[in-house]
């Protein structure tokens, strides 16, 4: 078995030319053929849901079948095993081609039960460079995936960029990206669009053959150890941040064909893995390089903010717009009809900005650049679980484990939020919605570190934080309404945006008053630790 490492890259089509002019490209000659490939499973698709894929791929007279295992993806960046040698069509001899003698049977189980589920053609014009320590293959895709043969087949165009790592470090691997990625002249200002991309052409056609489209993702839990360095806890939290984000961007970047927005679920689960990376980013910090928590803390704080229109139209479309109009005891007619029409349009023009975020060269350099600084973090040589003073920062070394760390973490972020709280009937909608952020970091943190500290402790503790923080949000999302209406323009509508205001007034007066309780609620709020 051989085990692949690679990097997957989608190419904006525009963008296409300027790569191929890139001087490393240019050098050599590339090779180029066509490759037919067709990918196999049982009729229930049990290949699919174990994460496999069978395929035999034709290239020119030869057939060669290829067993891919499931693996880890983040950033663009995978790792799985793969088995490939040369065969005749139909002839899955699993037993000559993969040496793991439990995997082979279990192949051999199911080979009478294979059958075509989704092809791909393209063509692949590649290079082999060496870039620094490494060789890397570099190659371009361009065809298409498909699903039947009648006139109703599906199609999906295939434009990628495949770096797998044939020796050396997977630094120089990633490093080769952000060159490759930097365009031909070699400068931010014109990089290309090469976003990281997480999902294979087999999981495409897998998509493409069920009908099926890009779902909101909500985070994984995350599996720490209790002895881990913090560095070692963060490098898992930022990679599976990473990970969740990027399986919502899709959502973002391609709407359906039929014009209509996206779920609105997918920026609201885009930035909350940008919170929850900022607070790792935060939680951490003691044992980050300053600057790189410095930067990269203001680098997804600006990207969360370019996504804070599309979520707060989302929440007024969605949830208060119509509310407000099963509330409104006036006339409908032109007037109702206007004010719909333009929340949509604000609607449509903070999406357009929202995809234009996550789909641009800065955010490809973005990402590449992150998922590289994060694999290349070291642990200082601080003891394991050095704990500090403000946030983790490193302090005498006292060689505690990560579960001890935390709860030093933990106590201090409560005390802090029980003191934040107490002003909270003092505060305006921006002291408010400064509380709900520091709830959020704070469950956030625990949701982090559950897996160090006792189970039971966390959920209570997070139930109930979770209660102030809908409080909260529900006062916010009604300070956020009050302020949208207020840009809508002078005309027909113009009274009927008044009385809108006065009636998300009124529910925000009345929301004020469970502040109170509120505050009692945080005060007695379980802790997380024993």
């Known amino acids: 078995m051989s085990q692949e490492?690679?990097?997957?890259?989608?190419?904006?089509?525009?963008?296409?030319?300027?790569?191929?002019?890139h001087p490393l490209l240019k050098a050599q000659t590339a090779r180029r053929e066509r490759l037919f490939n067709t990918y196999f499973d049982t009729s229930t698709l049990s290949l699919r849901a174990q994460r496999m894929a069978v395929r035999e791929r034709r290239v020119g007279r030869q057939t060669l079948?290829?067993?891919?295992?499931?693996?880890?993806?983040?950033?663009?960046?995978?790792?799985?095993?793969?088995?490939?040698?040369?065969?005749?069509?139909?002839?899955?001899?699993?037993?000559?081609?993969?040496?793991?003698?439990?995997?082979?049977?279990?192949?051999?189980?199911?080979?009478?039960?294979?059958?075509?589920?989704?092809?791909?053609?393209?063509?692949?014009?590649?290079?082999?460079?060496?870039?620094?320590?490494?060789r890397v293959e570099v190659a371009l895709d361009q065809g298409f995936i498909a699903t039947g043969h009648a006139p109703g087949s599906q199609r999906q165009p295939i434009l990628e960029l495949e770096l797998e790592l044939l020796d050396g470090p997977v630094d120089a691997l990633l490093d080769l990206a952000h060159t490759l990625a930097l365009g031909p002249q070699g400068q931010a200002a014109s990089a290309l669009r090469l976003l990281p991309a997480n999902r294979s052409k087999a999981e495409r056609g897998y998509a493409l053959f069920?009908?099926?489209?890009?779902?909101?993702?909500?985070?994984?839990?995350?599996?720490?150890?209790?002895?881990?360095?913090?560095?070692?806890?963060?490098?898992?939290?930022?990679?599976?941040c990473l990970g969740h984000l990027q399986a919502n961007e899709a959502g973002v970047l391609h709407p359906g064909?039929?014009?209509?927005?996206?779920?609105?679920?997918?920026?609201?689960?885009?930035?909350?893995?940008?919170?929850?990376?900022?607070?790792?980013?935060?939680?951490?910090?003691?044992h980050l390089p300053a600057r790189f928590a410095a930067h990269w803390a203001a680098e997804w704080k600006a990207l969360t903010n370019q996504?804070?229109?599309?979520?707060?139209?989302?929440?007024?479309?969605?949830?208060?717009?119509?509310?407000?109009?099963?509330?409104?005891?006036?006339?409908?007619?032109?007037?109702?009809?206007?004010?719909?029409?333009?929340v949509q349009a604000q609607r449509q023009h903070a999406w357009r900005r929202a995809a234009d975020a996550?789909?641009?060269?800065?955010?490809?350099?973005?990402?590449?650049?992150?998922t590289r600084a994060v694999l290349g973090l070291q642990p200082a040589d601080a003891p394991v679980g050095d704990v500090g003073t403000a946030d983790?920062?490193?302090?005498?070394?006292?060689?505690?484990?990560?579960?001890?760390?935390?709860?030093?973490?933990?106590?201090?972020?409560?005390?802090?939020?029980?003191?934040?709280?107490?002003?909270?009937?003092?505060?305006?909608?921006?002291?408010?919605?400064?509380?709900?952020?520091?709830?959020?970091?704070?469950?956030?943190?625990?949701?982090?570190?559950?897996?160090?500290?006792?189970?039971?402790?966390?959920?209570?503790?997070?139930?109930?934080?979770?209660?102030a923080q809908t409080l909260l949000g529900r006062l916010n999302d009604l300070s956020t309404a009050h302020g949208l209406l207020g840009t809508a323009p002078p005309g027909p509508a113009s009274a009927r945006v008044?009385?809108?205001?006065?009636?998300?007034?009124?529910?925000?007066?009345?929301?004020?008053?469970?502040?109170?309780?509120?505050?009692?609620?945080?005060?007695?709020?379980?802790?997380?630790?024993?």
């Open 65 to 134: 079948l290829t067993v891919k295992t499931a693996g880890q993806s983040v950033g663009g960046l995978s790792s799985r095993g793969e088995w490939e040698a040369p065969t005749r069509p139909g002839a899955f001899d699993f037993a000559g081609l993969v040496d793991d003698a439990a995997l082979a049977d279990q192949l051999a189980s199911v080979a009478w039960q294979l059958v075509p589920v989704f092809r791909t053609d393209f063509t692949r014009r590649s290079w082999v460079l060496q870039h620094g320590p490494a």
């Open 257 to 286: 064909a039929d014009g209509a927005l996206p779920d609105p679920e997918f920026v609201h689960q885009a930035r909350v893995a940008l919170r929850r990376l900022r607070t790792g980013l935060r939680i951490f910090r003691g």
């Open 307 to 342: 996504l804070g229109d599309a979520r707060n139209w989302d929440v007024f479309a969605t949830e208060w717009l119509p509310e407000l109009m099963d509330a409104d005891p006036g006339p409908g007619g032109a007037s109702s009809q206007a004010l719909v029409d333009w």
């Open 358 to 370: 996550l789909g641009s060269r800065e955010h490809a350099l973005r990402l590449l650049a992150f």
């Open 5 to 21: 490492t690679e990097l997957k890259l989608e190419v904006h089509p525009q963008d296409l030319a300027d790569l191929l002019k």
């Open 392 to 467: 983790g920062a490193t302090g005498a070394g006292t060689g505690r484990r990560l579960a001890d760390w935390a709860r030093t973490v933990l106590r201090k972020r409560h005390a802090a939020l029980r003191l934040q709280a107490c002003a909270a009937q003092r505060m305006g909608p921006e002291g408010r919605h400064a509380l709900r952020i520091s709830l959020k970091k704070l469950r956030y943190a625990q949701e982090f570190l559950s897996s160090v500290l006792p189970s039971k402790r966390v959920a209570r503790s997070n139930a109930a934080l979770a209660g």
């Open 498 to 530: 008044v009385a809108w205001q006065q009636v998300l007034h009124a529910r925000l007066s009345a929301g004020l008053l469970e502040l109170p309780a509120m505050e009692r609620s945080l005060e007695k709020a379980p802790t997380p630790w024993g």
């Open 210 to 240: 069920m009908g099926e489209r890009p779902q909101p993702v909500k985070a994984s839990a995350l599996q720490l150890q209790a002895g881990m360095h913090p560095v070692q806890a963060f490098r898992a939290a930022a990679l599976g």
